[in-house]
């Protein structure tokens, strides 16, 4: 089996969602990493700090950003294990933030 | 599901009761004329649980998490502005500049059912219409959501939209202040809160148009809130407690009211097993706090009603008479038909039916009420029926048929019109 990293990334605007909906999707998260785990395929999962900076340039010049205004902006990520890439990408389907506008980046770890 | 799954950490609708412990602080801090404000101090430290969170990893204690982070955000616009002159009354008369103690203090566990409290307060102030005051309520301490509000209410969202920017216009005009009321005002302001803790109680409780999940939540957030009147020093009179033992009765029987194909279950033929005998223990047990003391409600009166019913071993051994008796008492201290048609509806199991059908006819203004009201119709088929009297029953079955828009109830009257059919035919 070979590792993959998916890297999620959605908006981080104030969503028009009530409480309780909001509770709702990040149970579904849960259920999502549940399912993953009991296949044994989860290896690991953290969300990332906001804002960050960048370092940029010859003379490193340090800046604010990505903002969490962008649209695009990544919250977290997890390592998962598959079979092949495709399958890989079946698994990324199941992110429930998908219907919302969220996307899954799905790139291999590379093993030498 | 694995023992650790990190969703069995978090508490059922956690997220909407931490809102309204989040904006009864807030707004004791920014003052409730910036509602608004503090709502959405709440939606950013959500989106921040929610991006944080969803990755798998949930803080140890999430309630405290939330409030922290409710807490930064607010220090933060409290900097802002560096004097409370234009946020609440409370503070700014103490003090020109934020203090972190101050805040701190609102923040403590045990100011926030006292801010709940002031919260409630305000929501159900008397000069709102009552219809705003439930919208506000749910909105505001209950953390509901204009959509959730108006498929619980059976209204278009824009209704409930309405409601709340007309109420949240009146508090800011008005210059409602979040303070529990003291002496003789506590006690009509209490009032006040009652009738619109019961009011959202029936919502849930009664309509069966809406679907069966966010009925409990009403009938759930209701007593939740009765609760806390129960639990604060200041409101815990005995009308509280008599209210909250009325819920507790009233829901013990929310599991047997409909079977599977949601038909009404009358409470003659309820399975009285199903009951749920954990809530009529509680029920008594408020019940009886409530008895201290001489002050009696309506809601004494109607506890004692539902107990009643709950303590008869099956529907033939309830005792009648004493429910007679009780409802004689209910309608002299709030004469009103709907009590009248209950009352006629107890008088006919005493084995009195042909009594039962002259007492409904001298209620005032009747024939109104059965034009425009499906119960009054339901009842006199019902009392027709059992006085062997089928076309006058099939009349009035047909007219409640015409008027009840819940299929629940459709079907009810349905069956009883087939049934009657049958009858005449033999």
Redesign the interface.
Known sequence: MKDFMFI?R?R?D??E???????N???Q???W??KL??KNIYVA???L??PGKVVKGEQPVITDGPFTESKEIV????VVKANSFEEALELAKDCPDLPRGGTVEVREVMKF | ??EN???NQ?VD????H??GKMIAVLTRLFGMHNLSMAE?V???A??K?????????IPENPSAWLMQVAKNKALDILRRKTLFDNYSSEFSKYMKEVSNEYVDQVFLDTEIADSQLRLIFACCHPALKEEDQVALTLKTIS??????IAKALLTQEATIQKRLYRAKQFIQKNNIQLEIPLGAELAQRLETVHTILYLIFNEGYNSAKADELIRKDLCAEAMRLCLLLCDHNATNIPASYALLSLMCFQASRFESRLDENSSIILLAQQDRSKWNHELIKRGYYYLNFSSQGDEITVYHIESAIAAEHCIAASFEETNFERLLCLYDLLFQMKPSPVVQINRAVVLSYTGRTQEAINYIFTIEDLEQLLQTQYMFNAVLGELYTKNDEPQKAKIYFEQALHLTQSEAEKKLLRDKIADIKITMLN
């Open positions: 999620f959605g981080t104030r969503p969602m009530t409480p309780q909906e909001m509770q999707n990040m149970q998260w849960f259920a990493i549940d785990k009991k999962g953290e969300a700090m906001q919250g977290g990520f997890f | 599901m694995s799954a990190p969703y978090l609708h956690l997220f909407r931490e809102a959405d709440v939606q950013d959500f989106v649980a929610v991006q944080t969170w969803k990755f798998g990893n953390g509901f959501g204009v959509t959730e």
